[in-house]
């Protein structure tokens, strides 16, 4: 990390104190020079000491030599020393850029992580640099250096964290942007490592039979063992005492729908920021972790980290060049292929598009070739399809020289181990999925509608139904996050669906009759059974349906006192941007009942969710790291091996159980039992000694821990249990344990 931190930070002088850098490039190499000269000064002296003949006094050429070496050797020293202290004027004006330095080696670091959560987030340091760069370039200029310093450092995080999450999937985007806000906490010493710690792990490692006794029955095991971790931050000291104390507030606390945003108890509301809150919710309620996380992320960041990045694909166009390739990752229902095809109408360039599989490399190639030349774009689909033909595309598209500047390649592609990561390092990325939450997907929706659209008709039920489809569209595809309870079965609504229904709209209201006015029967039909309803099976899921067009579209949707739900209204305006400023006014987080759902929907989501972001923030931090003066994982494992080995039984002596059989009775049915499982717990005590023994070994680097070795070590976990405790024995198993005592 302080490798890369030095490179960063060499890239921020150059650019911001370009003089001072080229007089330390200038100073490193005069020294490297003065002291190669003083090398072979020093080499010059000594060949003539070792080639002298006969007495060194009477020898004139090296007496010259000694007293020009003794003369030079003054000089280079003296230069030296004047190096030295300019070299430390020098680092104490650089050392003024580190902060922008340490936080691009933070956000590349955590961007390498994401790798770990989904092999298609590869992320190249080339990459990285260039927003690094432009973040320099672009942000706000200030003489002033401590303000300037802040300025790049607040563009820069906000362009990485659009750039990185253009690129991931809905359910990834919140723990990312919950990692940057830890890790920048982390490393300016506001969160610490034991309460980063606490936040992931909570009491998962602690026994119940080993902690505080719990003294309210209403506080489930789990709780209060995340309680019994909490109370060892100095914080929460006292915690374990004050529930019994006030056991009436606390469960009245914790039976909120809400705990969040209501009175903590014992005055932990005034007393902790938003992080500690965070650990006391983390604690209680585990479903109400998301929620106090993105108030924590909003404190800590700022606001606009809460909202989600729409993706602009006109936008991530821009940025590209006809040497790198676009690539989409696709998921249910977000397929961009009418996105890419509508834009390229937009900015009048011919899109062919090519379906991937086998066989089909030819016309690729074909349709690369073409484009290259007379320019316009390719789009590939479903290229995991086409695996074999990734590495010549990337070939084929960076290797070429002087391409038309129209061409751009587009791939889409499904989640593929075996999907070339150099490709993904040299491509730009995004996922084409709907945001969560209602705000985002109108807002996403809204983003693709022209004012020309907005104005293409002059009837005053166009625009209430335009929004009304939205607000369909996004429910119908929030709704997915919920699973069963959500829809039966899982369907592919897609953009595809939104702009049927409108064009729908906008035909039937093109053919209006003002005296009969809207045949509200055929709009519901029309959009809960046709638009829609045609990809509904169940007939549950359709009933659900047509009673959302039922229950929305009417003539009641054009009165004042209509809501879809409470706060959630159809605004009066009549530009996009009085209408996005509408919709960005609705609430950040939604009630499951704007949604037509039971508010008790959200717990299970809400519980689900928490449980995946902490598990996965747990299973990518680095494996050997340690807090403070703690153990690191090698030793802890080290020692339990030790432990363990310690607590292994000692081998059966095949003589001495033969003498106890036949002294027993060595055809007795229950003896016969007996002998065989002696026979298998002797095998089960061999496979783990020797598993114990060989990791050992593997982590003092005596041996390498191979993919036999570990598989055996997996195997052998349950075997360890069973060696450790007689009471999971069968009774003649506990006989022969007690047989060796």
Known sequence: ????????????????????????????????????????????????????????????????????????????????????????????????FRPVATRGSILYFLIC???????????????????????MTRSTKSPIPSKRIDN???????EVFKYTCRGLYENHKFLFTLLLALKIDTDSRKVKHEEFQVFIKGGAALDLNAVMPKQCKWISDM??????????????????NQIPRNEKGWKLWFDKDAPEEEQMPDGYHSSLDTFRKLLLVRSWCPDRTIAQARKYIADSLGAKYADPVILSLEATWGESDPHTPLVCFLSMGSDPTNQIEGLAKKVHLECRAISMGQGQEVHARRLISQSQNAGGWVLLQNCHLGLDFMDELLTSVTAVENPNETFRVWLTTDVSEAFPIS??????????????????????????????????????????????VSFLHTVVQERRKFGPLGWNIPYEFNSSDWMSSVQFIQNHLDDLDPKKGVSWATVRYMLGEVQYGGRVTDDYDKRLLNTFSRVWFGEHMFTDTFAFYTGYKIPKCKSMEQHMQAIE?????????????????????QSNTAAEVLETIMNIQPKDSGGGSGETRESVVY?????????????????????????????????????????????????????????????????????????????????????????????ACAITLRMQG
């Not at 298998?680 to 496979?687: D, E, P, W, Y």
């Open 585 to 605: 006014e609705l609430p950040l987080v939604d009630s499951p009942q704007a949604l037509g759902l039971h508010p008790n929907a959200d717990i299970t989501y």
């Open 423 to 468: 490709l993904l390092q040299a491509s730009l990325k995004f996922t084409n999925e709907p945001p969560q939450g209602i705000k985002a997907g109108l807002k996403r929706t809204y983003a693709g509608i022209s004012q020309d659209q907005l104005d293409v008709s002059n009837l005053q039920q166009w625009k209430p139904m335009l929004y009304g």
């Open 639 to 731: 020692r339990m091996a030790s432990d363990m080995l310690d607590k292994l039984p000692r081998d059966y002596i095949p003589h001495e159980v033969k003498a106890r059989l036949l002294k027993m009775g060595a055809l007795n049915s229950m003896n016969i039992f007996l002998r065989q499982e002696i026979d298998r717990m002797q095998r089960v005590i061999t496979s783990v000694r020797t598993t114990l023994s060989d990791l050992k070994l593997a982590i003092d680097g005596t041996i390498i821990m191979s993919e036999v070795r570990r598989h055996r070590r997996i195997n052998c976990q349950l075997c360890l249990v069973i060696v450790m405790s007689t009471k999971s024995l069968s009774p």
């Open 152 to 158: 790049i450092i607040t563009f820069l995080t906000y």
């Open 113 to 135: 992580e994401m790798s770990m959560v989904n092999v298609m987030y590869q992320t190249s340091l080339r990459q990285f640099l260039g927003v690094f760069d432009l973040s």
């Open 1 to 96: 990390m302080k490798g890369l931190e030095e490179q960063l930070l060499g890239r921020v002088i150059l650019t911001e104190k370009q003089e001072l850098e080229a007089e330390r490039i200038k100073l490193m190499e005069d020294v490297t020079a003065n002291k190669r000269k003083m090398q072979q000064l020093e080499d010059n002296l000594l060949y003539k000491l070792t080639s002298t003949k006969g007495s060194l006094v009477d020898d004139e050429s090296l007496i010259q030599v000694l007293a020009v070496t003794k003369e030079t050797a003054s000089e280079v020293s003296e230069k030296l020393v004047v190096a030295a202290d300019t070299e430390i004027k020098i680092n104490i004006a650089r050392e003024e």
């Open 223 to 240: 709780t209060w063992l995340n309680l019994v971790e909490l109370s060892k931050l100095p914080q929460f000291s006292e915690i374990l």
